[in-house]
């Protein structure tokens, strides 16, 4: 499918990954929404970066806690750029807390995590399912963790809140066709990120010589996936884990 002259929200757009996929779509001829939290700064240079190669950005607040922002935000885009074609749920918060100590993972840190990587982009799928729907088309990219595939993560809670959005993918996958088709990547470590980047040298060691390939995917390969995917008229509930082959031997 052509997409030029489609509209995107990335959510988490001011982030390392976020900023890649709403570039990469930008590549590909759409306009893109790109929200933050509290980097606005950072979500500006992702939208100076696009307009000055040719592109059309815009950038706007969104706590996607909040289901009265969600709704907010999402009619906005659809009003500013006259539509809205694809929903990239990239946002996510996380917390490292080791599996083992229960005690440290509190209901308020659980109800955080839940609220933003899995009922956020519920909130936010549907908000953008009754515009898509009067289109008769759209596509929904949830990004996801290997995480929530097999457990190793950095917190139970967000390992298992990325299992939620995985089996949410499937769901919406049902729930949303045929006019909307949703899938999901599931990411394996991104050492390029600003969260990766802090891990400890002996933490990503150990992470690579458990994937096939001695590395999992880079930015560019995620972004590059979510073009993919919107350029699909035929895949729909699926889940592609960019891992570099993690437990595979």
Known sequence: MDLAEKVALVTGGSGDLGSAI??????????????????????????????????????????????????????????????????????????????????????????????????????????????????????IVNIASVGGIVPAASSIAYASSKAALIHLTRCLAVALAPDILVNCIAPGMLEETRMGQRLPEAIKETSRRQVLLGHSATLEDIADQVVTFCRSSSVTGQVLPMDGGLFLH
């Open 22 to 139: 709403a570039k990469a779509l930008a590549s590909a001829g759409v306009s893109v929404a790109v929200t933050y939290v509290g980097e606005r700064e950072r979500a500006e240079r992702v939208v100076t970066a696009i307009e000055g190669k040719g592109g059309h950005a815009w950038s706007i607040r969104l706590d996607q806690t909040d289901p009265a922002m969600v709704d907010e935000v999402v009619a906005a885009v659809a009003e500013h750029f006259g539509r809205l074609d694809i929903l990239v749920n990239n946002a996510a918060w996380n917390i490292g807390i080791p599996f083992a100590d229960l005690d440290a993972l509190t209901p308020e840190i659980w109800d955080r995590i839940y609220a933003t990587n899995a009922r956020g982009p519920f909130l936010l799928a549907r908000a953008a399912a009754r515009v898509m729907g009067a289109q008769h088309s759209g596509h």
